[in-house]
């Protein structure tokens, strides 16, 4: 049954806005050729609908093909992969655009369309975006009955309608299939290239070397508490910490004497419990009773790191996941992608944390040589103090009564960086007091490293939980006391005590982001609206993105009790058919009700506008009567009335519906802009 | 070697048809007369969705996953849709235009809606037939005719009116096969023959062979009357010298010829029948009365399309039995 075919008009709109929308994402972070490329094939194609241009001939196909595998050569090395096959396919799809002679092109312009879509998703994946899917595939799909009716009276609309009453009747079984369809490991490894890597925080720091801190204010991390939220000035998410210092930059350090089992413990795996560990989890319930226990869950956005966040002494649930010695978390592999664990903080947990000659070597390392000034004060300092504690608080108001900053712009720092900033240039962020101080400690002989992390975060009301960004980036130090363990000293505190309670932006008045934040909090309705749409989008990460193999279990195990390929599929068969049933009852049911010619409509309609402007007429009269009583009641409306009644007794009886029908509703209109039914009960003004 | 396991299967097939639905006039297309498959660009719609299945498992993507299961879900929606687009439709056997064999006929079939659905682009066809599309909209009634080859003289049966529908979304083709018991009528093929196979005009003429060459039944001349139109003057007569005479025809309305089988004896009965309907549409154009005698059958003289139509039906139907 093979046809002639065109692209009927009114389908054709619909298949450029969904074309068009499908690749747009791609446009945003894609190559500028094909930012160019996809706009000139739109235009191109409208083009050739209105007889403007011709086709292009099979010359200029394979040269604009041949074109698009360079250029996609050229921006990326390859072909292969995600990031040159989305490329590519996008390309490929905007010049199918081009080359849609027949019905079957159109087709295959339509699916792929779908694909391209589903494309989106691995560079897009917010509520936002997915709305955006959702629209772009009702376009699409809104093209599909365009070009399955060819008659010319069709309506463009029409189609929108019944492809939207579609999708609406697919969701409900699209999320059976969603919960219930089981998730299978990858079946295959796959790397995401490293040009989409991410800001964060790195495995070392060297504070003279950054003479500027860039801000981001991408997402590092969520937080929901499930109970008491800690406050502000104990946020300190801890993520690494550096013990080596060679004079210039800090780095993570294991110590030589401790093997590689004995300084991470992954609770899942079957390696005898390290002692400090047992340790740990002997003394937790003591611990408990001491102080506070923080339990949350955190959502990871993908960081390309293996190492997590997380409160002072932390527990996860997850196996992937280990405790290393100096009191943080690690993830076994890379998180290329999002991850969420949970886990329970014990701080007071940190003075049961056992301290071995190894760690105290590597806690007061120094290189020889450097800084001369800064060792010959701490040990005076010490010395005059008399004790660990004395002497840390004593540089701590050293630097708060003395004449230092706060900045993200210090100066650059010679060879001696410590001796430079304390008696120097005194300006600097977070690494620079964090990295003096430490130096200082252990230059007096107290055992001290650097933490790197995250400070604070917001706290959205709406879900009670955190947002913690990239410019909440944050490096402080810990020393050990005796009695106390490891403890918590943050010098930038000392300096800029609102960076700690307040957030970054409050230490920093010059930022412009600090505008915008203090325009949000003068605006309570925006920041209600802001807080709303985060928790949207945790709800978001929370059941869509992170529902996976674990969460479906789990979810199962509540519903089925036991889960068996027998009883998912069991389940799926009667969901589906409860889901379905309705949903064919009503399609196929379903009365339109009697008016439904266009003649009927046309009538109903009418009746409706005199109604509507209070004339009293009943049901079911002839056209004639209509027009006469309606006349009758409304004498400024007779002609047009006659004139409506003339066209539509014509159209009925004439047998040119079509032509006849816009006639009818350009008089019907006309009424619409009559003043007066009823004898000039309205009465103009002027 | 496919032929001979198809041609059974076929036959199968058309056996548990026409079990499943037996002839009839009017059918309604109901459940048990639709039946429902994916099209090609379905299985491209499905197979990319499966794709994307594949795809959202291996980057742990749970958005493609879920626009996959969306896919698949409209997918078993688009099953509803395209069904509902075909069912409840009463479709009816209406009339019919006969034709000559090896020509072309048609038939009319008569769509109603009831007021519940639109049906919207549907494709009807015979077998072998070119395909028509109709739209039939809530509480209407549609007629279509659908033109058909006619291979051999006499009622011809068309086979199963085939009715398919692919929209809303061309994903999947509900269809149709109905035995409308819809028979179209084929008449003889005309063939020319010199001499007419009629007897005569009235009883006391007896046999006439009339001649063929613009003949038209030449009575004899008479000496030219004033009033005679020019064309009735015998020109030639006069050019000899002869004087005006006009020719003067016999009157049609008052003799007709009867048109017999039994005329062309030793002749096969097919042509025998293409003989008569030749000699049929001559009289009928030149407006000479005529009647028909066939074994077991006779027309009475008579002239017009309602004349024609009767003596070329009557032709066809020859040794056929009467329905």
Request: net charge positive; hydrophobic share 45%.
């Amino acid at each position: 049954m093979a046809r002639v075919y065109q692209v009927p008009h009114h389908a054709f709109g619909w298949l450029v806005a969904g074309t068009f929308m499908a690749a747009l994402p791609h446009l945003i972070h894609g190559p500028l050729w094909l930012r160019i490329l996809l706009p000139a094939t739109v235009l191109g194609r409208i083009l050739i609908q209105r007889g403007r241009l011709p086709m292009p001939g099979r010359v200029l196909r394979v040269i604009l093909l041949g074109g698009v595998l360079l250029g996609t050569l050229y921006t990326h090395g390859t072909v292969l992969g995600p990031d040159a096959g989305t490329c590519l396919l996008v390309a490929a799809f905007a010049l199918k655009l081009l080359e849609m002679v027949r019905l079957r092109d159109a087709y295959v312009l339509l699916v792929l369309g779908y694909f391209v879509l589903a494309t989106t998703f691995l560079f897009y994946q917010g509520p936002i975006a997915s709305l955006y899917v959702l629209l772009s595939m009702l376009c699409l799909t809104a093209a599909l009955p365009g070009i399955n009716h060819p008659e010319a009276g069709a309506r463009a609309w029409r189609h929108f309608r019944l492809a939207l009453v579609m999708l609406l009747q697919a969701v409900p079984l699209m999320l059976l299939l969603f919960v219930l369809v089981p998730r299978i490991s990858p079946l295959w490894s796959l790397e995401f290239s490293q040009e989409r890597s991410r800001t964060g925080m790195s495995d070392s720091m060297a504070p003279g070397e950054v003479s500027h801190l860039s801000q981001s204010r991408e997402l590092a991390f969520r937080v929901e508490f499930e109970g008491a939220v800690p406050p502000p000035a104990a946020r300190y998410w801890r993520g690494l910490t550096y013990a080596w210092f060679d004079g210039r930059r800090w780095s993570q350090a294991r110590p030589q004497e401790i093997s590689q089992a004995d300084y991470v413990w992954f609770p899942a795996s079957p390696q005898p419990r390290p002692d400090w560990a047992a340790t740990l989890v002997a003394a937790r319930d003591e611990a408990a009773a001491r102080g506070p226990v923080y339990r949350y869950r955190v959502v990871q956005e993908p960081s390309r790191r293996n190492w997590l966040y997380a409160l002072a002494v932390p527990f996860a649930d997850d196996t992937r996941l280990g405790l290393v010695r100096d009191l943080r978390l690690v993830s076994r592999e890379e998180l290329n992608q999002r991850r969420d664990y949970r886990v329970t903080s014990y701080p007071a947990l940190r003075s049961s944390m056992p301290m071995s000659p190894a760690d105290e070597a590597i806690s007061l390392q120094l290189p020889e040589g450097f800084n001369p000034r800064a060792r010959e004060m701490a040990r005076r300092w010490y010395r005059e103090a008399g004790s660990a504690e004395a002497y840390a608080n004593r540089l701590l108001r050293w630097f708060r009564e003395e004449s230092f900053y706060y900045t993200l712009e210090p100066p650059l720092l010679g060879e001696h960086t410590v001796d430079e900033f304390l008696f120097g240039s005194r300006r600097g962020f977070c690494e620079h007091y964090a990295s003096a101080f430490a130096f200082m400690m252990r230059a007096a002989g107290v055992p001290a490293r650097i933490v790197a992390g995250y400070q604070g975060g917001e706290l959205n009301p709406v879900g009670n939980h955190l947002r913690v960004h990239q410019y909440h980036a944050h490096a402080w130090t810990e020393i050990w006391l005796p009695g106390s363990g490891w403890v918590e000293v943050d010098p930038t505190a000392a300096v800029a005590p609102s960076r700690i309670e307040m957030g970054p932006e409050a230490a920093l008045q010059d930022d412009p982001l600090a505008d915008f934040q203090g325009i949000m909090r003068d605006l309570p309705w925006l920041q209600q609206l802001s807080n709303r749409f985060d928790y949207v989008q945790f709800i978001w990460q929370k059941w869509v993105l992170d529902y996976d193999e674990s969460s479906q279990l789990s979810l199962l195990q509540r519903w089925l009790g036991d889960v068996s390929p027998a009883r998912i599929g069991m389940a799926l068969a009667a969901g589906a058919a409860v889901l379905l049933m309705p949903v064919a009852l009503w399609v196929l049911l379903r009365r339109r009700g009697p008016g439904r010619t266009p003649m009927q409509r046309e009538y109903r309609a009418m009746l409706k506008q005199l109604r509507g402007r209070g004339l009293v007429l009943s049901d079911d009269l002839p056209p004639r009567r209509l027009v006469r009583e309606a006349g009758g009641q409304w004498p400024a409306a007779r002609p047009v009335l006659k004139k409506w009644g003339r066209a539509f007794e014509e159209s009925v009886y004439g047998g040119q519906a079509g032509t006849s029908l816009r006639a009818l509703r350009r008089y019907r209109r006309q009424l619409r802009w009559l003043r007066g039914a009823r004898g000039g009960q309205h009465v103009s003004p002027g | 070697m496919l032929a001979a396991v198809r041609a059974p299967l076929q036959r199968r097939y058309r056996q548990w048809l026409a079990r499943r639905m037996p002839a009839s006039r009017q059918q309604r297309l109901t459940q048990q007369r639709i039946f429902i498959l994916p099209t090609r660009y379905g299985l491209f719609f499905l197979l990319i969705a499966a794709l994307l299945f594949l795809g959202g498992i291996n980057y742990e993507n749970n958005l493609i996953m879920a626009l996959s299961f969306l896919m698949t879900s409209l997918f078993m929606i688009a099953i509803l849709h395209t069904f509902r687009n075909l069912a409840g439709l009463l479709v009816r056997a209406g009339q019919l235009e006969p034709g000559h064999a090896g020509a072309e006929g048609a038939l009319e079939i008569l769509l109603h809606a009831d007021d519940r659905h639109p049906h919207l682009s549907l494709w009807l066809r015979w077998p072998g037939g070119p395909v028509e599309e109709v739209s039939v909209l809530p509480g209407e009634e549609k007629s279509v005719w659908l033109r058909l080859p006619l291979k051999r003289r006499g009622r011809v049966h068309p086979g199963r009116l085939h009715i398919e529908s692919r929209y809303p979304l061309g994903l999947l083709r509900a269809w149709s096969q109905l035995d409308m018991a819809h028979p179209a009528l084929a008449w003889p093929r005309a063939a020319p023959s010199e001499f007419c196979p009629a007897s005569g005009g009235d009883a006391e003429q007896g046999l006439q062979h009339t001649r063929l060459a613009g003949s038209d039944d030449f009575q004899g001349l008479r000496s030219y009357q004033p009033g005679d139109p020019p064309r009735m003057v015998d020109w030639k007569a006069y050019a000899r010298g002869r004087g005006l005479h006009s020719k003067y025809f016999a009157d049609p309305a008052e003799g007709w010829l009867w048109l017999d089988w039994a005329m062309m004896p030793g002749v096969d009965p097919e042509t025998r029948l293409s003989r008569l309907t030749w000699w049929v549409l001559q009289l009928e154009q030149k407006n000479q009365r005529y009647g028909l005698r066939l074994p077991g059958a006779e027309l009475p003289p008579g002239l017009g399309p309602e004349q024609q139509r009767q003596a070329l039906d009557l032709l066809a139907l020859y040794g056929e039995e009467v329905a």
